[in-house]
């Protein structure tokens, strides 16, 4: 699967501390490699858009959206950007 980055994950990744890039880029490497690796968490949000979020670390997520074999990543950060995922 090809990972596709949005100007806002790509933004929110450049705003993050170096420890924390690191940390997904390690989890985003497990996502290609198996998106149901279990210490992703991968689940659907409660969104129309088909959005599914996945875990960096206990305070830190991702979300996207699979169209065929591309994978769009759309944010990334706290639990806040749930919001607006």
């Not at 198996?34 to 968490?41: C, D, F, G, K, V």
């Not at 959005?51 to 206990?58: F, S, V």
Request: include cysteine.
């Amino acid at each position: 699967m090809r990972l596709f980055f949005t100007h806002s994950f790509i933004r929110d990744y450049q705003g993050l501390p170096k420890h924390l890039q690191q940390a997904v880029d390690k989890k985003l490497q497990l996502f290609q490699e198996n998106q149901r690796q279990p210490s992703l968490q991968i689940k659907k949000m409660q969104d129309p858009r088909h959005i599914w979020e996945g875990r960096i670390t206990q305070g830190y997520r991702f979300t996207f959206q699979i169209e065929e074999e591309v994978c769009l990543l759309r944010r990334l950060g706290t639990h806040d950007l749930l919001k607006t995922p």
